[in-house]
C-alpha cells in the first residue's frame, strides 16, 4: 500500500521537491510546435511548477527562459522578438536563446555589465511536431531512436489537453490494462470509422473484430511485464475461444510516458506533463506505419473539443463531463458519450486534484502500477542520494533503444508471443518509411 508520505513524494514537483528533481533529469515536452507557428512565435510556458516564456529567434533557433526580466522582474512574454534574441519592454535588455544578456540599451555606453548576465535558460530540442525542454542540471540524456522519433513528419501528428489533475493519476491510467473492458465499454459495435475519440471502436485487432466487442466480452485478462531499456512492457491476453488469443502490448517508457496502440497502422506515444501539482498536459505524438496522416483534419478533430490558447478541454468537471443517463442506459458503460478521451478525463479528475493514495485496495491486475510505483520511488531515492536517474542512456546506447512495439494482435494460445512479434514486423515491412530500420 502507498502511504501518504510516499504518496506526496511522488506527486510534488515544484521546484525543489523530490518527484521534481527527478523529473527534471528527462526531456519533457513543452509547447506543440504549431503554437510558434505566427508572425509572433512566442508562447508562455509552465512547465514543473516553473513560469517561462518559449520563442523562436529570427534564425529559427528555440530559447526557453524564466518569464520574468531578472532586472526588474517585468514578464518577458510581452517582450519584443528583435534583433537576434527576445527583448523586455520595460528597458530593452535583450536576451538570447541561452539567456546571455547582449545588450542593456538604457545603461552608459561603456558599460560591459550585461557581458555578465546570464538569465536562467533551459535548452529545447524540436520533434515531430513537439518542443520538448530539459529543465535538469548538467547535460541532458539523448532522445532513444523511437518510432515517433523517426518517423517522416508527414507519418506523425502532434497534440495536446490540459487535465486538472496531478501528473501520476494521468499517467496511471495508461498502464491499467482491465479498464479499457469497462471504461471504453461500449454497448453497441458501430461502423468502424476513425473519427476522433473513437478509437476503441476500430479493428484495431486487425482480424475483422471489433476492439470493443473484444474489450467488452473478455473482460479479465492476464497481464505479463517484461523489462525493457525505456522502462517495461505490457502484455496483455484476453483468451478468445476456438485456440485463439488477443494480445494488447502497451508499454511505460521512464518516467511519465506511455507508448500505445491507436489502429493496425498507428501508434500513440503520450507523455503525462506536470503543469503544477494540481494540473498536467497530456500529449500525444501520433505516429502511422501506414499513409502520411491527414494533420489538418486530425488537429480540427480535436480542435472541436479543446479551447485554444490553453487547450483545455471543453467538458469537465462543472459539467459533470458530459454524463447523461440515457447514454449510460443504452450507449456506453459510462454515460459519459461516444469520446474515449473525455471517459479517461473523469477516470484521472473524479478522484481530485491529487489522488490520496494510502486509501487504495489495489487488485491482481494492478501489477503494472505497483511496479512503476516501486521504480518512481527508487527513482526519486537514487537521485536524493546523488545517483545517475535511471533510463538516462548515452547517445550510444539511446541510439539502439528501438520501437516501442505496440499494437493489438490475435493469434493463437500461447505461442509466446510470436503473433505480435510477426505482426510488428508485417506492419514494418508495409511501411514506406520503417522498413530500413532495425528491428527492436
Not at 526531456?27 to 510546435?33: E, H, N, T, V
Not at 508499454?251 to 503520450?270: D, G, H, R, W, Y
Not at 503544477?276 to 473539443?305: A, K
Request: a negative charge.
Amino acid at each position: 500500500m502507498t502511504t501518504a508520505k510516499e504518496n506526496e513524494l511522488m506527486t510534488v514537483i515544484a521546484p525543489g521537491s523530490a518527484a521534481g528533481a527527478l523529473l527534471r533529469r528527462y526531456w519533457q515536452p513543452a509547447a506543440l510546435a504549431v503554437e510558434l507557428d505566427d508572425r509572433r512565435p512566442l508562447v508562455p510556458v509552465r512547465l514543473l511548477g516553473e513560469e517561462l516564456v518559449l520563442f523562436r529567434d529570427e534564425r529559427g533557433h528555440l530559447g526557453l527562459l524564466d518569464r520574468h526580466c531578472p532586472h526588474r522582474g517585468a514578464d518577458l512574454c510581452f517582450g519584443r522578438l528583435e534583433d537576434g534574441g527576445l527583448r523586455c519592454a520595460f528597458h530593452g535588455w535583450l536576451f538570447d536563446t541561452g539567456g546571455q544578456c547582449i545588450e542593456q540599451p538604457g545603461e552608459p555606453l561603456d558599460s560591459h555589465a550585461h557581458r555578465h548576465l546570464r538569465h536562467r535558460a533551459y535548452p529545447c530540442e524540436q520533434r515531430n511536431g513537439i518542443v520538448f525542454a530539459y529543465l535538469g542540471d548538467g547535460t541532458p540524456p539523448a532522445f532513444p531512436a523511437f518510432d515517433c522519433f523517426q518517423a517522416p513528419v508527414a507519418h506523425t501528428f502532434a497534440f495536446k489537453g490540459w487535465w486538472e489533475c496531478n501528473w501520476l493519476q494521468a499517467l496511471e491510467v495508461g498502464i491499467d490494462p482491465v479498464h479499457a473492458s469497462f471504461l471504453h465499454r461500449f454497448h453497441e459495435d458501430e461502423s468502424l470509422d476513425a473519427a476522433y475519440g473513437r478509437q476503441f471502436r476500430a479493428d484495431a485487432a486487425g482480424a475483422g473484430v471489433p476492439l470493443t466487442k473484444i474489450l467488452r466480452e473478455h473482460h479479465r485478462p492476464s497481464i505479463q511485464l517484461e523489462d525493457t531499456a525505456y522502462g517495461f512492457r505490457l502484455v496483455t491476453t484476453r483468451p478468445l475461444g476456438q485456440g485463439e488469443t488477443h494480445y494488447r502490448i502497451t508499454n511505460l517508457v521512464f518516467p511519465n510516458a506511455i507508448v500505445i496502440p491507436m489502429s493496425a497502422e498507428m501508434t500513440i506515444t503520450q507523455w503525462h506533463v506536470p503543469i503544477d501539482d494540481e494540473n498536467c498536459y497530456w500529449y500525444s505524438l501520433f505516429t502511422s506505419f501506414g499513409d502520411p496522416v491527414d494533420r489538418d483534419l486530425m488537429r480540427s478533430q480535436r480542435l472541436e473539443h479543446h479551447t485554444l490558447p490553453e487547450y483545455r478541454p471543453k467538458l469537465g468537471r462543472s459539467s459533470n463531463w458530459g454524463y447523461d443517463r440515457e447514454d449510460q442506459a443504452r450507449r456506453t458503460y459510462t454515460g459519459l458519450g461516444l469520446d474515449v478521451n473525455v471517459q479517461d478525463q473523469w477516470a484521472v479528475e473524479s478522484p481530485g486534484r491529487i489522488h490520496n493514495r494510502a486509501r487504495e485496495h489495489l487488485g491482481i491486475t494492478d501489477v503494472a502500477i505497483v511496479k512503476y510505483r516501486k521504480l518512481l520511488m527508487q527513482a526519486i531515492r537514487a537521485v536524493q542520494a546523488g545517483d545517475v536517474a535511471p533510463f538516462t542512456p548515452s547517445a550510444a546506447e539511446a541510439s539502439r533503444i528501438r520501437g516501442p512495439i505496440a499494437l493489438d494482435a490475435i493469434g493463437p494460445e500461447r505461442d509466446q508471443g510470436v503473433s505480435w512479434q510477426q505482426r510488428d514486423r508485417e506492419r514494418r515491412a508495409r511501411s514506406s518509411w520503417a522498413q530500413a530500420m532495425e528491428r527492436p
